[in-house]
């Protein structure tokens, strides 16, 4: 699934490292949804949402 | 609770694992007349623990070896290797009870035959329990 949490990332100047702090996962697990290697659950989809203030939508396609 | 409670919970629960392990090894060898066996045996145990306790955190794999890969994906990995594991397991003992029946090995039928039947109905009994609750 394509996302955009990479660019909502570095638009906040966040390393990965921290964004996995945030998210409270491992700093390979966000590298993983990065290149959409990994799907989250529709628990730690709702953090990332929150995190960047956006809806679940707004950062997840599962059109592509 | 937090990934990092589970993360403390996990690696203990490890080296528990590993401690009494080691203690059983040493209790048999202890019963059985092999001293040096039991030895041995707690000294691979503890030696394991030691070397997961400076690993862990350096690679994933070290890390959920060490009970502290707890996050989502994980804790999903853990899972595809631990079926991958129960596979590979089953394979090896339902190979060791055809060569044991071939060989006519009477005490090799016994110990695989019942370890796979064993296998069979804790995975009736898991899929049960885990249908229930889901």
């Known amino acids: ?64 | 609770m937090t990934n990092s409670e589970q993360r403390r919970r996990g690696y203990r629960g490890v080296m528990a694992v590993c401690l009494v392990g080691g203690l059983a090894y040493l209790a048999v060898g202890v019963v059985t007349g092999q001293v040096w066996f039991g030895v041995f045996g707690l000294a691979i145990m503890l030696t394991y623990a030691g070397w997961l306790t400076w690993r862990r955190g350096r690679t994933e794999e070290e890390t959920i070896l060490a009970g502290e890969g707890v996050d989502e994906r994980q804790q999903a990995i853990n899972a595809r290797a631990t079926v991958a594991m129960g596979n590979l397991m089953l394979l090896a003992v339902l190979a060791g009870f055809f060569i044991s029946l071939f060989l006519q090995w009477d005490s090799g039928v016994w110990v695989f035959g019942g370890l796979a039947a064993f296998g069979g109905v804790s995975y009736a009994a898991a899929l049960a329990f885990y249908l229930r609750r889901s």
């Open chain 1, 1 to 64: 699934m394509q996302n955009r949490v990479r660019e909502l990332r570095q638009s906040l100047g966040l390393s990965q490292a921290a964004l996995g702090e945030h998210l409270d996962v491992s700093r390979q697990t966000v590298i993983a949804i990065e290149t959409g290697r990994y799907d989250p659950s529709l628990k730690l989809a709702l953090r990332i949402a929150r995190q960047f203030d956006l809806t679940v939508e707004e950062i997840f396609d599962d059109q592509q």
